[in-house]
């Protein structure tokens, strides 16, 4: 897993009705550059620009902070996805079961847990 910043605007901005026209004019900025944070199409933020949003946000009645527009996650890496998918093919479907033919319920899987699975099909480490 690879721990990877997400930018959670869209989120925010869902959550408490406001439009991005509203926020980019709240915050006094190109509503260009708000779309590409909302749609998280930048790879770097400026400090100043976070700024920017919160003050609008304030502005608008939302007391956010940094951490509301940000969260970090660990994201699968290509080696990792991979075997995760390998797996998936070796169980037939999905860890948590297999659905037998015309029946409407999972059959529980017996066996190792998928993690290990992940383990020994992810190849050579790098």
Same mark, same amino acid.
């Given at each position: @897993?690879?721990?990877? @910043?997400?930018?959670?605007?869209?989120?925010?901005?869902?959550?408490?009705?406001?439009?991005?026209?509203?926020?980019?004019?709240?915050?006094? @900025? $190109?509503?260009?550059?708000?779309?590409?944070?909302?749609?998280?199409?930048?790879?770097?933020?400026?400090?100043?620009t976070l700024v920017a949003?919160?003050?609008?946000?304030?502005?608008?009645?939302?007391?956010?902070?940094?951490? #509301?527009?940000?969260?970090?996650?660990?994201?699968?890496? #290509?080696?990792?996805?991979?075997?995760?998918?390998?797996?998936?093919?070796?169980?037939?479907?999905?860890?948590?079961?297999?659905?037998? $033919?015309?029946?409407?319920?999972?059959?529980?899987?017996?066996?190792?847990?998928?993690?290990?699975?992940?383990r020994e099909h992810r190849g050579?480490?790098?």
């Amino acid at each position: @897993m690879t721990p990877q @910043m997400q930018f959670t605007l869209a989120d925010l901005l869902r959550r408490h009705g406001i439009t991005q026209k509203k926020l980019a004019e709240a915050a006094g @900025m $190109r509503p260009a550059t708000l779309n590409a944070l909302v749609k998280a199409k930048t790879g770097r933020v400026e400090i100043g620009t976070l700024v920017a949003v919160i003050s609008g946000l304030r502005k608008l009645g939302v007391q956010a902070n940094v951490g #509301d527009l940000l969260r970090v996650e660990d994201v699968p890496d #290509d080696a990792e996805q991979a075997a995760r998918e390998r797996a998936l093919r070796l169980l037939g479907g999905e860890p948590w079961g297999l659905k037998p $033919r015309g029946s409407a319920v999972l059959a529980e899987v017996n066996g190792p847990p998928i993690e290990e699975f992940l383990r020994e099909h992810r190849g050579p480490e790098l």
